[in-house]
Antibody, heavy 123, light 110 residues
Framework: EVQLLESGGGLVQPGGSLRLSCAAS????????MSWVRQAPGKGLEWVSA????????YYADSVKGRFTVSRDNSKNTLYLQMNNLRAEDTATYYC????????????????WGQGTLVTVSS | NFMLTQPQSVSESPGKTVTISCTRS????????VQWYQQRPGSSPTTVIY?????PSGVPDRFSGSIDSSSNSASLKISGLKTEDEADYYC?????????FGGGTKLTVL
């Protein structure tokens, strides 16, 4: 059974940093693109970032480029999102999602999603 | 980059059929697959349609998806509406370097 478990959310001041983690199980983690998708309170879904199975290719939404860094540790089956210079508009629940295509290199869709972790940026 | 536009809300009675549209702003709707996600309050999104018209196992055949190149849009049709179908629905597609979500449609079944 595929499971994705996010952690690392919390309250942080504007300009601060936070690292999110997503622990994966139930599939060959290193063979799938993984994405981060966020949802501001009461708002819609917004794709944030993605990383290829090998970790060599990374992708970012314009809204976070230069501030967020996606990475993965395939030996630990864990996906990360390092968030720096956080802004109030980054306040959201952050979901990790698995791409369905074995060996894919670019983000396409999410077939499994985690339960999300809430990040609140406020002074 | 392109955008996906959905109606903000739709409502229909139990047992009826509702269709939610998703229009792509630029580039052909057929260029990349369209997915539809259901999100109930307080829950993570789940896939109800993938690759334009495919249903994951466990999703009832009351849910169907299609694309229409003439209107450059995708549609999610839910027939035989049940109160449990009340949720937010998001269409989603992608291009070579990112995913794009529609703004979401709140379905009310009353």
């Amino acid at each position: 059974e595929v499971q994705l478990l996010e952690s690392g959310g919390g309250l942080v001041q504007p300009g601060g940093s936070l690292r999110l983690s997503c622990a994966a199980s139930g599939f060959t983690f290193s063979s799938y693109v993984m994405s981060w998708v966020r949802q501001a309170p009461g708002k819609g879904l917004e794709w944030v970032s993605a990383i290829s199975g090998s970790g060599y290719r990374t992708y970012y939404a314009d809204s976070v480029k230069g501030r967020f860094t996606v990475s993965r540790d395939n030996s630990k089956n864990t996906l990360y999102l390092q968030m720096n210079n956080l802004r109030a508009e980054d306040t959201a629940t952050y979901y990790c999602a698995k791409d369905p295509y074995y060996g894919g290199e670019m983000p396409t869709m999410g077939d499994y999603w985690g339960q999300g972790t809430l990040v609140t940026v406020s002074s | 980059n392109f955008m996906l536009t959905q109606p903000q809300s739709v409502s229909e009675s139990p047992g009826k059929t509702v269709t939610i549209s998703c229009t792509r702003s630029s580039g052909s709707i057929a260029r990349n697959y369209v997915q539809w996600y259901q999100q109930r309050p307080g829950s993570s999104p789940t896939t109800v349609i993938y690759e334009d018209n495919q249903r994951p196992s466990g999703v009832p055949d009351r849910f169907s998806g299609s694309i229409d190149s003439s209107s450059n849009s995708a549609s999610l049709k839910i027939s035989g509406l049940k109160t449990e179908d009340e949720a937010d629905y998001y269409c989603q597609s992608y291009d070579s370097s990112n995913q794009v979500f529609g703004g979401g449609t709140k379905l009310t079944v009353l």
